[in-house]
C-alpha cells in the first residue's frame, strides 16, 4: 500500500512538472513574439526600407504625409550614445552624442522612409537599414537600423544598431571559415535638439518628436 501511495504522487508531480514546463514554453514563446515585414518599400545596396506589423496593438496614426525636406530636418536633430553600464557610463557621458545620420546617408534614405509613412497602416511601423562597406566587405558590412512611427503630433524613433559591423547575408552566420552570427539589437540613448521638442507620449510614457510643433521652426 505505501508503495501504491509514492507510486501515486510521483506520477502527479511528474505530471504537474510536465503542466508547468508546457505553460513557461508557451510564454516564453509569446514573449518572443516579435514585428513581422509585411511589405518591402524599398531596398538596394544601400538602404532598405520596410513596413512591419507590430504583434500588439499599437494605434499608431497613419498614413502620415512628410516630404523628404520635412523629414531630413527632423532626423538632422537626432543623436545618441549607445547606453552603458557603470562605470563605463561615466566615461561615455564624457563624450559629446554622435549623430545619427550624415548627409549622404539621409539623402539616401529619407525618399523611402517617407514613402513608407504614407504606405503604412495603423498597426505597421517604418523599419529601415542603412549600410556601408564593412571591415571585411566579403563578408560583413556596416549597418545602421531602427525603426519609426506616427502617433498624433509624435514622432517615435528607436534605434537598434548604429554602425554595427553584420554580416552580408544571414546564412554567412554559417560559413565554416567566417562564421559571423548576426548581431543582436543595441540599446542606445537618443538625443533631439532643439531638446524642448523632445516630449513624453502620453500614451506610452516614452519620448518622442513633436514634429508638427518642431516643423513650425522649419524654414
Known amino acids: 500500500m505505501e508503495h501504491d501511495g509514492l507510486e501515486k504522487r510521483w506520477h502527479r508531480q511528474t505530471v504537474l512538472a510536465l503542466v508547468t514546463i508546457c505553460v513557461l514554453g508557451l510564454g516564453s514563446t509569446g514573449c518572443a513574439r516579435l514585428p513581422y515585414t509585411t511589405q518591402t518599400v524599398h531596398e538596394d545596396q544601400r538602404t532598405a526600407v520596410m513596413l512591419q506589423r507590430e504583434v500588439s496593438a499599437a494605434g499608431y496614426t497613419h498614413p502620415v504625409h512628410l516630404t523628404p525636406p520635412q523629414l531630413s ?3 538632422r536633430g537626432l543623436s545618441l550614445r549607445e547606453q552603458q553600464r557603470l562605470p563605463l557610463r561615466w566615461y561615455a557621458e564624457e563624450a ?11 539623402e539616401a534614405l529619407v525618399p523611402s522612409l517617407a514613402a513608407g509613412l504614407e504606405k ?25 537600423a531602427g525603426w519609426l512611427a506616427v502617433r498624433d503630433r509624435y514622432l517615435h524613433i528607436t534605434l537598434e544598431y548604429f554602425h554595427v559591423q553584420q554580416p552580408v547575408n ?5 560559413d565554416y571559415n567566417y562564421p559571423t552570427p548576426w548581431t543582436p539589437p543595441k540599446t542606445y540613448l537618443l538625443y533631439f535638439e532643439p531638446g524642448r521638442f523632445y516630449l513624453t507620449d502620453p500614451a506610452t510614457k516614452t519620448l518622442a518628436v513633436d514634429y508638427r510643433e ?5 524654414p
Open 73 to 75: 530636418a527632423i532626423l
Open 120 to 144: 503604412a497602416g495603423a498597426e505597421e511601423r517604418v523599419y529601415f537599414q542603412v549600410f556601408a562597406p564593412g571591415m571585411n566587405p566579403r563578408y560583413r558590412r556596416d549597418v545602421t
Open 214 to 218: 518642431f516643423l513650425k521652426t522649419v
Open 170 to 174: 544571414k546564412e554567412d552566420a554559417y
Open 96 to 106: 559629446p552624442p554622435n549623430k545619427v545620420f550624415r548627409e549622404d546617408e539621409l
